[in-house]
């Protein structure tokens, strides 16, 4: 089958270095290190020439946990499926922060260069957490040509919808609930439907987890949950406003995480905690209170947004993701339409909400823009992205073998001996090779 | 059996949301966010409002890493009970870090009013503390319901004895060896005598690890290792105090892994190294040196004290731990006698000749009340919460279902196909439902 | 065979007791807290008194992180040697750091005391990140008694090293390319050589990974990964040269990333990535931009550094590491020579090139020097260490014991019941009681 030729020997490395080299020269010509004489653009908190450079770097090094442990961790959730959610998790967001630099720096050149801050590694950073989230959503259902593929596109169109929501509508979205999760999570559900496998509709034997991979997974979800602070507050503007942005989204989290519990007993079998629900939607008031971050909108505003949240994530995860795969053909293998989609709707809508209230200086007709745009931009991002990455040239995996490390890795064979024990890579390694 | 109706379904998402929703109302009423404008009650370091509010933030982190991953991963390592120690002690400390903030803000209202600072939220996650510290003492014996009440109250209780410790008997405690770390064992030790189950006597087969479990609890204890110069350090006076906590810390905890390793190797079979030493007794330089921590005891009176702090740990967790649970009735599950308490009450005696011998401005029999009321609200509070807890209709799991997550959780169904192997949770899954 | 008398309950103790208890004695004679007032030698960052001290305390924080998480879970990639890999680490870097702190201090008294710092100890802890490299080429093959040893002798040696370079040839090394990967890498290859086994020339059964292991190893991975650029600005000057070393290093490692990952699915069966290479090689860039990260290199530098880096450093893994094990009688258990030791040469000959370019002020041919005494002390030091190693009363593991924690750890016995899984510990256990 020449649409399923897996074998990434010339393919993947061919795109890896290209790009990578490509990405050198665009860094050769338009990339300097921030010399502190800048005048900066957009951001009030970027213009202070006389502050130490380094201020914001303990918050950058949360987020930079948050992008390689929290979501490369938080997808190894399946059972034989961990080296690529951890490892291509980093390849992604190694070169999607390079991409973003360039991407979001084109916007705000200096003399024709982009000065590199701490600042602006933290938005490269953030850039490349819309692809991580849209890699949730067809995580196990691709090869890493195609997901280099969909880096690139989806960070450049990313940076232009951020450019359109923060430069022109001059909306609000500290936490980025909008330009972020819902973008990350609609593209990638885009693409997911796009990309649609029919044989894999009726659920595939590798499509679960075993208990110590839900444990990997909860390294993730807890490096999320206690970092979000940080996400959401990283780039508002110093002070108080940090500060109030660090504890709404403390307040949030707490909150989503009783809601998130007791939905989950309330829904399950005999009252049972879901694995699934605590490792996602405990984070989804930390979504959902990003716009509304760096807004006055009491403490106790928080909390009712991050109780709302982990209800609505729960049961999402419990109700409408079977839907979304057998009537709409999107199946989202981590549910990211529950932690990102919805709760970052909820976030665009809450901010829409708290500006016309008067939380924040602002208005709310731009804030329902930048909603709709972020919606926009994601949607149709995707399913172009999606109709590049079908082409039947990227390496893409049979249908019997997604799920499975074993097609794009080498997997230790010592467990392939028993196959009755944990047996991760055993059946499908032989399946790949055949 | 009526008193072991483990299902939750609803009893605990109703407990849970109530208890939420009575805390959103008390933010609502009574919390704000810090305007930098209040005149500070009892700590030094929170009378700067000039200062930067996000100095501490990057502590606060570390502290909230040990809170969420320290704590969580340290209990991973029964083999089949992973899920409820990194998941239950999320839901501890989540509605915790809440309650927490309360209670420990009545005594600091300004203007009728708790403002959060950054201060305040590391303050909660310490109330927080206690908790998860019992909860290792009771460790797969209870029900999430039980152990959510057990929170309400343990931190209403801890915010007592800590009030009158700092502002009545103005005793120093800055990391916390008596407030927190005695304070927290002994109350989980007397939750458990009250709730001890003869049954259980003969230990059961799932109270032990695997392999790959201890690997698990290891990162806990690597992150409670390196963070606990944090801890202990946080709350201190800015500048050359603080670094002292630091050192130290830093020092002690070094000095107490030589000492933990070197008894554990001393005490056990052909001179092994045995695990459950060094997940825990290698930490209890960290408990030990609390109190004294921001005090001119030297580097080399750190050490000394984390030296001893290893050797007593060990020795109790070889030799002590078997006559606790045979003699007294008091079963520790995770040894918290051996890492929090005897290493508690060892820094509050510590503290206690630190001060006479004028390593820092105090009064010695102020440290001696400090540690004596520690340890009489926990015993007391403790018993008293036991028995609350031991009313008939919290869920708690019958003695068969100790140790093991199925009976509470969803557990990966493909792991109990192979009983010969890991077989994490196959057997109780069967019990739990039958 | 007496001179496999593996039992370590005396030797072991007793070494690791009077190490510490003549560590302690030390201290009490030469260190104190710094008071601010020192009038600092050799590092511009650290004469700033009227600083606060703990400004560098969130990178110390991170250091901290990478030399306990990073380099002990690193290592646990073996299927059966994790216990030893991070509990080792553990034991190695806490004795590591205090005799660190004596022998760096010896250089720098101030009134005849060492005067300890945040600075301080975050050297110190560099100085056990030599013995950490050095443990992976000689890891699984060594006791607890030997490597402590090797940790004295190892940080004495590199004491005086760092004194020459930093202080007598004034040569540059911000992120210790030379001083700390090279140096530990070489070191730890003429200990292996010294110890070689020809007995362990056709593998051993145990050394290799299981699919686990692999995922516990990418946690050393991605947390060495991330905190890099602390390591490498740690002790840079403040400002904006700071900042320019956070910035080289981040691109470096991203960079590095796409270049490991291309090479490794070039050269490995169909294509396939190895995790032995995405493990380590994605870290070379780290290694390699050290001597330069705080210079004018420009990002486009960093990353091509990064890139090459990355290459070789692949390349090593697949093609060198054999010959070396069969050819040199070499055998490198982690692929030191691979991620520190060509990486540290890359970066100490790009720091020769870079100063002579001007990026730097300073002399090449004192970089030159830098990196040829960092290796001879290295080689000659590692040698005489190795040869005290061999002596034949520390309790070296048995040829056939070797890679296996059961010979020094109590490993849990319920995983040794069933020979055909995981069975980590199971064969082992009984050849060591034999």
């Known amino acids: 089958m020449p649409a399923y030729a897996t074998n990434m020997r010339l393919k993947f490395p061919i795109v890896a270095l290209v790009l990578e080299i490509i990405t050198i020269i665009l860094f050769a010509v338009f990339v300097v290190y921030d010399d502190g004489k800048g005048h900066g653009h957009g951001h009030s908190n970027e213009t202070h020439p006389e502050e130490n450079p380094m201020t914001l770097y303990p918050m950058f090094q949360d987020v930079h946990v948050m992008i390689f442990i929290g979501f490369g961790f938080l997808m190894t959730f399946l059972k034989r499926y961990g080296f690529s959610s951890v490892g291509v998790n980093l390849l992604l967001a190694a070169f999607g922060l390079q991409w973003g630099l360039l991407m979001q720096g084109i916007w705000h050149l200096d003399n024709g260069k982009v000065k590199v801050s701490i600042f602006k590694i933290i938005n490269a950073d953030f850039s490349t957490a819309t692809v991580l989230i849209s890699f949730g959503a067809i995580l196990g259902k691709t090869s890493p040509v195609q997901l280099l593929i969909m880096t690139l596109l989806e960070i450049t169109v990313f940076s232009i919808n951020e450019h359109l929501v923060a430069n022109v509508l001059h909306a609000h979205d500290v936490g980025a609930s909008m330009i972020i999760h819902a973008y990350g999570a609609y593209f990638g559900l885009a693409v997911s439907r796009v990309l649609y496998r029919p044989a894999l509709r009726n659920g595939d034997k590798n499509e679960g987890s075993v208990y110590h991979s839900d444990m990997f997974a909860m390294i993730g979800t807890v490096f999320l949950w206690m970092f979000w602070?940080?996400?959401?507050?990283?780039?508002?503007?110093?002070?108080?406003?940090?500060?109030?942005?660090?504890?709404?989204?403390?307040?949030?989290?707490?909150?989503?995480?009783?809601?998130?519990?007791?939905?989950?007993?309330?829904?399950?079998?005999?009252?049972?905690?879901?694995?699934?629900?605590?490792?996602?939607?405990?984070?989804?008031?930390?979504?959902?209170?990003?716009?509304?971050?760096?807004?006055?909108?009491?403490?106790?505003?928080?909390?009712?947004?991050?109780?709302?949240?982990?209800?609505?994530?729960?049961?999402?995860?419990?109700?409408?993701?079977?839907?979304?795969?057998?009537?709409?053909?999107?199946?989202?293998?981590?549910?990211?339409?529950?932690?990102?989609?919805?709760?970052?709707?909820?976030?665009?809508?809450?901010?829409?909400?708290?500006?016309?209230?008067?939380?924040?200086?602002g208005q709310a007709y731009m804030q329902a823009a930048a909603l709709a745009s972020s919606l926009g931009f994601a949607l149709v991002g995707g399913a172009i992205t999606g109709l590049i990455m079908k082409l039947p040239f990227w390496g893409q995996p049979p249908d019997q073998n997604c799920f499975d490390d074993s097609i794009y890795w080498e997997v230790p064979e010592d467990e392939g001996e028993n196959e009755g024990s944990l047996a991760h890579a055993d059946h499908s390694k032989n399946k790949a090779e055949a």
């Open 229 to 361: 602070p940080s996400f959401n507050s990283a780039i508002a503007d110093p002070g108080l406003t940090q500060l109030t942005a660090v504890i709404n989204t403390y307040l949030s989290l707490a909150a989503c995480v009783l809601s998130a519990y007791a939905i989950s007993s309330l829904v399950e079998h005999k009252g049972k905690l879901d694995m699934v629900h605590i490792q996602n939607a405990t984070l989804a008031g930390g979504v959902a209170v990003g716009t509304c971050a760096d807004m006055d909108i009491g403490p106790y505003g928080a909390m009712l947004i991050g109780l709302v949240a982990g209800i609505i994530s729960t049961l999402g995860f419990k109700y409408l993701n079977p839907i979304l795969a057998s009537r709409l053909g999107i199946h989202d293998t981590c549910g990211v339409h529950n932690l990102h989609g919805m709760p970052g709707i909820l976030g665009g809508l809450a901010g829409i909400v708290a500006v016309a209230l008067g939380k924040k200086e």
